[in-house]
């Protein structure tokens, strides 16, 4: 890997329970491990140290990483202060039942300048059915203490295309987010990922017209509110959109540190491995943890970068990109309204992002 990445990933995997759509790598209960793996987290951060050069972002993510504490996250963001770059983003993101006002101003206090609630709803019977644990007025009163707070970003994660979801719902959640004074909203097309809870239990996502109109009001009544529609998922207040973020979007070289995290830089992507006491052992030994190594070829990166390129509201540089892998497309979709070009430069119109993965399909070869 060629030395100085810019951007971090420190993967924090405690959780009291699993969400019923959660795929992601979490360890449910296990918190008597984290004073271990923090210390781990932070011997691996020492190993990968030559990687990075000064940091312009930092990202804190799970998992639920505010069931760390800010006394064990302390000597972490102790390592990272002297690798910060004048200006640098340090985000984190917290379940809204896990932190009050004392450890809020504690988690600014230590460095940390961004943090991203997950809602999902603001409906108690969608939050049912998501096996979510906070209530409405537990994401209102966090919001309120991370604004509080003093944070630079207060965000806000939220779901759509959730069974039992109604149009009423969606127009009560827009309602309650739009309401809250937050900077940032992500707003995800559920997923039922297999071994979920909700894919065992059989639950099927909306059809796709439902989930097409759902997704263009989530963007008109977010717009209205004075969001800008920055990326596929995401909603920002002017000069409040998530730095680390755009980064993967920009396919920027990254490491990540934590059991899970992946790691792109210099044409190699790494992942270590799952297993929170395998991940603990290594690191004790002084060793790397168990990983997955892949040499990204030039049509891969190719064409990430053009998956990755065209999710943001800006254009896409051809000559960064590299060509399509249909370059005829791009003339049809130009005339078709989806498309715009103006010399080596790309981008998708308004109602080309509504389609934005057809689009792509139209324009490069994916494995399926």
């Known amino acids: 890997m060629t030395p100085g990445a810019s951007h971090l990933y420190a993967h924090l995997p405690f959780c009291a329970s699993r969400c019923g759509y959660c795929a992601f790598v979490v360890e449910v209960g296990a918190l008597d491990r984290r004073d271990a793996y923090a210390a781990a987290l932070r011997a691996e951060l020492a190993a990968e140290s030559g ?6 972002t930092v990202y804190l993510g799970g998992g639920t990483p505010t069931l760390m504490r800010p ?3 302390r000597g972490l963001l102790e390592d990272l202060a002297p690798r910060l770059a004048p200006g640098a983003e340090v985000s984190i993101e917290a379940n809204p039942e896990t932190v009050d006002g004392d450890q809020l101003r504690e988690l600014r206090a230590l460095g940390i300048t961004r943090v991203s609630l997950g809602a999902q709803s603001f409906q108690p019977h969608l939050l049912a059915a998501l096996d979510r644990a906070a209530t ?3 994401v209102r009163r966090a919001v309120a203490c991370a604004q509080d707070a003093g944070f630079a970003s207060v965000s806000v994660d939220l779901l759509f295309g959730v069974p039992g979801q109604t149009p009423q719902d969606l127009e009560a959640d827009l309602a309650a987010v739009t309401g809250l004074g937050v900077d940032h909203v992500s707003w995800y097309e559920l997923e039922i990922k297999p071994g979920t809870a909700l894919e ?4 099927e996502p909306p059809d796709e017209d439902r989930a097409a109109d759902a997704y263009e009001r989530v963007v008109e009544g977010l717009e209205a509110a004075g969001f800008r529609w920055y990326e596929t998922a995401n909603f920002a207040r002017p000069g409040h959109e998530c730095r680390h973020s755009l980064a993967y979007w920009s396919a920027a070289d990254y490491l990540g540190i934590g059991v899970g995290a992946v790691s792109t830089a210099g044409g190699v992507r ?4 799952a297993g929170v006491d395998r991940y603990i052992a290594a690191l004790d030994a002084g060793e790397a943890p168990r990983r997955e190594t892949e040499t990204l070829d030039a049509d891969t990166r190719r064409r990430e970068r053009w998956m990755l390129g065209l999710r943001v509201d800006r254009d896409l540089d051809i000559g960064w990109a590299g060509a399509p892998d249909h ?6 979709l130009e005339a078709g309204g989806l498309v715009r070009r103006s010399g080596s430069r790309i981008a998708l119109t308004r109602r080309g992002r509504f389609i934005q993965n057809a689009v792509l399909q ?3 070869e994916y494995a399926s």
């Open 71 to 73: 006394h064990r996250l």
């Open 136 to 138: 409405p007025a537990q």
């Open 51 to 56: 990687r990075l050069g000064p940091l312009e």
């Open 327 to 332: 370059p005829e497309a791009l003339e049809r």
């Open 362 to 364: 139209e324009l490069m």
């Open 200 to 203: 065992r239990m059989g639950a």
């Open 270 to 273: 790494w992942r270590n491995a």
